[in-house]
């Protein structure tokens, strides 16, 4: 088994319906188990294009998949779930990234690992902070604490729904 990480995202619709209906897909995936989630954060969007904010989040998992399955499965449940892929960084109901697997570094025409600009984009780093704070991305030399520190204030992330650990998940009643 490999622990990866997923970056989960959604601005159209019930946005926090996204999210749960995508871990629960998930997790209802033989070879795939998500062990841990961060708090929620709701942000602005990234990129030119004008629209609503985001809640993103990042969910721990435990996966027997290799790399390219998993982005298979990713890519099933945004399909499932509606994501249209009509503007590059536009709404989308659900996107699902895979931002790191074990600590490989992967360069395909189709997957990129450690998700390119993770370094680069605070809706990624402050939830995988709550999970990883220590954790050095295969493609830096500092822990995800420290890349947030180079940030200096913390602009356009808001806490929206902390994960207490009550409900399936930490985050969602049952």
């Known amino acids: 088994m490999f622990k990866a990480f997923i970056g989960l ?15 629960r897909l998930l997790h209802k995936q033989p070879q795939i188990a998500v062990t841990r989630l961060s ?18 989040m990042v969910a ?57 600009e993770i370094t680069k984009r605070l809706f990624v780093l402050v939830p995988l902070c709550d999970l990883e704070p220590d954790l050095v991305l295969a493609c ?5 604490k420290e890349r947030l520190k180079g940030f200096g204030r913390i602009k356009g992330v808001q806490l929206w729904k902390k994960n207490n650990g009550v409900g399936e998940f930490g985050l969602f009643e049952s």
């Open 60 to 116: 721990e998992i435990q996966t027997s998949l290799p790399p390219h399955d998993l982005l298979q499965v990713t890519q099933d449940i945004e399909r499932r779930l509606k994501r249209e892929r009509l503007i590059r960084w536009g709404p989308r109901t659900i996107d699902l990234d895979i931002l790191t697997y074990a600590d490989k570094m992967i360069e395909t025409d189709s997957l990129v690992i450690p998700h390119p």
């Open 9 to 23: 995202g959604s601005n159209i619709g019930n946005r926090e319906q996204f999210l749960e209906q995508a871990i």
């Open 140 to 144: 830096d030399t500092l822990t995800v």
């Open 39 to 56: 708090s929620i954060y709701e942000t602005e969007p990234y990129g030119p294009v004008k629209q609503e904010p985001f809640l993103n």
